[in-house]
């Protein structure tokens, strides 16, 4: 099965490039998947840094940026 990673528009502004940014959900499951943080896709920025939980279901795989989510994106 193919995984998608999940992400909503959001109407706040990137403060750096003015672009809007994105949600990157809280889904996990077979089909999507989501960090649960926002970020700015033409700086290629998180823009939440991680937790300190080893146990948290988001933040360990989180790539260092937002275009190394290797799995296509789709809109919420
Ligand atoms: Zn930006
Ligand atoms: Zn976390």
């Known amino acids: 099965m193919t995984t998608f990673h999940l ?3 959001l109407a706040e502004a990137c403060v750096i490039c003015g672009q809007n940014i994105l949600y990157s959900s809280d889904v996990n499951n077979e089909q999507y998947v989501g ?41 919420a």
């Open 35 to 75: 960090y649960d943080a926002k970020f700015c896709k033409r700086c290629d920025r998180w823009l939440e840094g991680t937790c300190e939980d080893p146990l948290c279901k988001y933040c360990p795989d989180r790539p260092p940026k937002p275009s190394l989510v290797h799995y296509t994106e789709v809109g």
């Open 7 to 9: 992400v909503e528009q």
